[in-house]
């Protein structure tokens, strides 16, 4: 059974930091993508970044490159967003999902996606 467990959101300041982590079990980190998706009340559900862990190509949304890195520790099977210049539009439930990709220059996933439990993130302006 694939599990992700998404921690570290919370309040922040608008011009702020925050590090996401998303502990995976049960998925292999050897050939499958994980990434980071956020939904804002009322909005779309968004693709934000993406990783292949076993050889370290990543993807963002326009919104977000320069601003957020995503990366992977494999000893860990745990995945990081660390999130910086946060703007009150990155205000949103953020959660990890496994098997995305990029597709025409958005950040998706395929239909068989495990998404795990979100984490809040608020960014106050």
């Known amino acids: 059974e694939v599990q992700l467990q998404a921690s570290g959101g919370g309040l922040v300041q608008a011009g702020g930091s925050l590090r996401l982590s998303c502990v995976v079990s049960?998925?292999?980190?050897?050939?499958?993508?994980i990434g980071w998706f956020r939904q804002a009340p009322g909005k779309d559900r968004e693709g934000v970044a993406c990783?292949?862990?076993?050889?370290?190509?990543?993807y963002y949304a326009d919104s977000v490159k320069g601003r957020f890195t995503i990366s992977s520790d494999n000893a860990k099977n745990t995945v990081y967003l660390q999130m910086n210049s946060l703007k009150p539009e990155d205000t949103a439930g953020y959660h990890c999902?496994?098997?995305?990709?990029?597709?025409?220059?958005?950040?998706?996933?395929?239909?068989?996606?495990?998404w795990g439990q979100g984490t809040e993130v608020t960014v106050s302006s």
């Open positions: 990783i292949r862990p076993y050889d370290g190509i990543t």
């Open positions: 049960g998925f292999s980190f050897d050939d499958g993508a």
């Open positions: 999902v496994t098997e995305c990709l990029q597709y025409d220059s958005l950040v998706v996933h395929t239909l068989t996606a495990y």
